[in-house]
């Protein structure tokens, strides 16, 4: 979780430093970033939400999944954003560096919580199985045994 809220930090601090660039105002350009880089603050405070409670609290991996997700879609234009953008927006070398290797981090975090997810979602599927069958095996055995191919006949005076 530390790796997490690292993360999200140097994010907050990127998007800080764009916001208070003289520079980013001056072109529609810019002005583009600065939406790239809040709708990613967005996203960072719904998974500061996820992770409130620090490290006893159990981050359900199909939201962390679709977050991280769009983080990473996020990601994927600013990097594209920076990068043609980098000089008429004055962007610093490190500030790019730093966004590419949050980037990378977010891609990383994605994997794994999607990961989780896939295999959380395989469980529940199995586990509904499992009580279908053992559902229909309940009733089979209320019903005489289930079908097995034999009748059995009263014995007694008839």
Known sequence: MTHIRSHLLAALAV?????SAPAFAQSSACQEGQKILQ???GLIQQI?????GGKKKQIDPRSACSIFTKL???GSAGEKWMTENKDWCQIPDQVVE????DHKQSQTIKGNACQAAAKMAEMEKR????AQQAQQGGMAGKMGGGLTGTLSIPKGAL
């Open 15 to 19: 998007a800080g430093f764009f916001m």
């Open 39 to 41: 709708e990613r603050q």
């Open 48 to 52: 500061n939400k996820l992770t409130e």
């Open 72 to 74: 990473v879609a996020n």
């Open 98 to 101: 730093g966004f590419s290797k």
């Open 127 to 130: 586990a509904k199985q499992q």
